[in-house]
């Protein structure tokens, strides 16, 4: 059975740095996508970033230039840098795996970014 457990999360002051962490238990071969969504309050959950094992990345246009996603496929994990953080990238995020045909979500942990 896969799980993912996330690690990372916490408060930063606005133009500070965080790195978020994803790690995939149980057996996972290629292909397989991981990725981060992120749902602030009163919102609808929306993506930040995606990788497959083969490392295509796609971001959503409000963090490229500032978030990397980047994963270690012998460990199963992916990463999101966050950089230059807003206030608006508050929410809490949560890690996904796409793996045959199945959605895997993580519990999610809370980034704050105060003004």
């Known amino acids: 059975q896969v799980q993912l457990v996330e690690s990372g999360g916490g408060l930063v002051q606005a133009g500070g740095s965080l790195r978020l962490s994803c790690a995939a238990s149980?057996?996972?071969?290629?292909?397989?996508?991981m990725g981060w969504y992120r749902q602030a309050p009163g919102k609808q959950r929306e993506l930040v970033a995606t990788?497959?094992?083969?490392?295509?990345?796609n971001y959503a246009p409000s963090v490229k230039g500032r978030f990397t996603i980047s994963r270690d496929n012998a460990k199963n994990t992916v990463y999101l840098q966050m950089n230059s953080l807003k206030p608006e990238d508050t929410a809490v995020y949560s890690c996904?795996?796409?793996?045959?045909?199945?959605?895997?979500w993580g519990q999610g942990t809370q980034v704050t970014v105060s003004s």
């Open positions: 996904q795996l796409i793996y045959e045909l199945a959605v895997y």
């Open positions: 149980g057996t996972i071969f290629s292909p397989n996508a």
């Open positions: 990788i497959t094992s083969g490392g295509s990345a």
